[in-house]
């Protein structure tokens, strides 16, 4: 069965730190991958997504992720984080003949100004 | 409409009753899917459709949910004989079709049971 590891339920930055969201997956096949937020009061918005080619993938707002395919990874990173990042950060898998996404616990992410 | 619209955005509701939520999709989406999120959890899959056709209700907790969208457009999830556990906030997203495009989540609703 498929599933989302996200190793870390809360971290508490300063503004201007960086920024490294855990994200593993339990699938033995080929995988897309994605990363949603979800802003106090909001509903969940697509940060990025990666289906093939270059593993390091490029999303909104100044984040990324890296496909590591040989950890089972794809971890979130920010070089420096703002008080606006503040929001709860899920990582999702879509694997085979799966029809429908399958997401992580989450980690909340606070930035203190 | 221009998002994924979800109603009501709460509901409070008495043990045992029934509850119907209501999820309107992006025009033209296809593929429509139903999630509940329990407080600190992550969203988990109830069941979706492509167009009017279930595809997959493997999420359904029990045979007291059920989902409907016969036109392929509107969706409401029922729940009957609602219990406690099932207070959560039940997300609603669409997609052009499947995953390719990732999912627009509507705004939930948060039912709660007393």
């Known amino acids: 069965a498929q599933s989302v590891s996200q190793h870390n339920h809360h971290v508490i930055l300063s503004e201007a730190a960086s920024l490294e969201l855990g994200c593993n997956y339990s699938?033995?096949?080929?995988?897309?991958l994605f990363w949603y937020v979800q802003y106090p009061g909001q509903h969940l918005q697509l940060l990025l997504k990666y289906f093939s080619g270059d593993p390091l993938v490029k999303g909104i707002k100044g984040f990324e992720a890296e496909f590591i395919k040989s950890k089972f990874s794809f971890n979130l990173r920010k070089p420096s984080v703002q008080w606006s990042d503040t929001a709860e950060y899920f990582c999702?898998?879509?694997?085979?003949?799966?029809?429908?996404?399958?997401f992580g616990k989450g980690t909340k992410l606070s930035v203190k100004p | 409409g221009a998002g994924v619209s979800q109603s009501p955005r709460y509901k409070v509701t008495k043990r045992g009753q029934d509850v119907a939520l209501r999820c309107d999709p992006i025009?033209?989406?296809?593929?429509l899917y139903w999630y509940r999120q329990a407080l600190g959890q992550g969203p988990e899959f109830l069941t979706y459709?492509?167009?009017?056709?279930?595809?997959?209700k493997s999420g359904l907790p029990n045979d007291r949910f059920s989902a409907e969208r016969p036109e392929g457009s509107i969706s409401t999830l029922t729940i009957q004989r609602t219990e406690q556990r099932d207070s959560a906030m039940y997300r609603c997203?669409?997609?052009?079709?499947?995953?390719?495009?990732?999912?627009?989540f509507g705004s939930g609703t948060r039912l709660t049971v007393v």
């Open positions: 025009s033209g989406h296809v593929s």
């Open positions: 459709f492509n167009y009017e056709a279930q595809q997959d």
């Open positions: 699938y033995g096949g080929t995988v897309n």
């Open positions: 999702a898998i879509h694997g085979g003949s799966q029809g429908n996404l399958i």
């Open positions: 997203a669409s997609s052009p079709k499947g995953h390719l495009y990732g999912y627009t």
